[in-house]
C-alpha cells in the first residue's frame, strides 16, 4: 500500500495519538489484536455507555470514532503506515455502534461482539470493497464503522422479530 512499514512499534506508545490509536497499548496484544481492542470496547460499554438512550450512545461513538480517525490519520503519516495491525481504535469504534441498539444483556452483548467481529474479519460486501478501496486513516475506520452498523442494526432486527426487546 505504499508504506514503508507496516506495524507500529512498542516504543511509540510514548506519543498520545498512538496511545489513543492503539487503545491505551491493548493493540499490541498479540495475537489477534483487533479481537483484544473489541473485548476492550465490550466491556467499556457494559460499564460505562450501556445504560445511556441510544442518542447518547450515537454521539458518543461518532464523536469517538471522529477524534480517532483524525488520529489515526496523523499516526499514518507520522509512522508512515496504512492500516497497522495495532490500531484498534476502529474494532472500539464499530463494537460501540453494535452494542448501541442492544439491552445489556450479557448473551446478546456475547451475539453482538461474535457477529461484529465475524464481519469485521470476512468483510463480506461493501464492507469489503471500503476494506480495498479506502486508503489511509478512512480506510482504517470505514470499514469497522459499517460493520459495525450492519452487526447492530441485523442484531436490532432479529431482537424485535423475536420479540426480545
Not at 124 to 146: F, H, K, S, T
Given at each position: 500500500?505504499g508504506?514503508?512499514?507496516s506495524?507500529?512499534?512498542?516504543?511509540?506508545?510514548?506519543n498520545?495519538?498512538?496511545?489513543?490509536?492503539?487503545?491505551?497499548?491493548?493493540?499490541?496484544?498479540?495475537?489477534?489484536?483487533?479481537?483484544?481492542?473489541?473485548?476492550?470496547?465490550?466491556?467499556?460499554?457494559?460499564f460505562?455507555l450501556?445504560?445511556?438512550?441510544?442518542?447518547?450512545?450515537?454521539?458518543?461513538?461518532c464523536?469517538?470514532?471522529?477524534?480517532s480517525?483524525?488520529?489515526?490519520?496523523?499516526?499514518?503519516?507520522?509512522?508512515?503506515?496504512?492500516?497497522?495491525?495495532?490500531?484498534?481504535?476502529d474494532?472500539?469504534?464499530?463494537?460501540?455502534?453494535?452494542?448501541?441498539w442492544?439491552?445489556?444483556?450479557?448473551?446478546?452483548a456475547?451475539?453482538?461482539?461474535?457477529?461484529?467481529?465475524?464481519?469485521?474479519?470476512?468483510k463480506?460486501?461493501?464492507?469489503?470493497?471500503?476494506?480495498?478501496?479506502?486508503?489511509?486513516?478512512?480506510?482504517?475506520?470505514?470499514?469497522?464503522?459499517?460493520?459495525?452498523?450492519?452487526?447492530?442494526?441485523?442484531?436490532?432486527?432479529?431482537?424485535?422479530?423475536?420479540?426480545?426487546?
Amino acid at each position: 500500500m505504499g508504506s514503508t512499514t507496516s506495524s507500529l512499534e512498542f516504543k511509540a506508545l510514548s506519543n498520545p495519538a498512538v496511545l489513543w490509536v492503539t487503545v491505551g497499548g491493548v493493540g499490541f496484544i498479540k495475537p489477534a489484536p483487533g479481537t483484544w481492542g473489541s473485548v476492550v470496547a465490550l466491556i467499556l460499554w457494559w460499564f460505562f455507555l450501556a445504560d445511556l438512550s441510544l442518542p447518547l450512545q450515537a454521539a458518543i461513538a461518532c464523536v469517538y470514532a471522529g477524534l480517532s480517525w483524525a488520529l489515526c490519520a496523523y499516526v499514518c503519516r507520522r509512522f508512515d503506515i496504512d492500516d497497522a495491525p495495532e490500531i484498534v481504535a476502529d474494532e472500539v469504534a464499530g463494537m460501540w455502534l453494535t452494542l448501541m441498539w442492544l439491552p445489556q444483556v450479557w448473551w446478546i452483548a456475547l451475539i453482538g461482539f461474535a457477529l461484529f467481529r465475524l464481519l469485521d474479519i470476512s468483510k463480506p460486501y461493501v464492507i469489503g470493497w471500503l476494506d480495498r478501496e479506502v486508503r489511509g486513516a478512512g480506510g482504517v475506520m470505514v470499514d469497522d464503522v459499517v460493520a459495525g452498523l450492519v452487526a447492530g442494526v441485523v442484531l436490532k432486527v432479529a431482537l424485535l422479530l423475536a420479540g426480545l426487546n
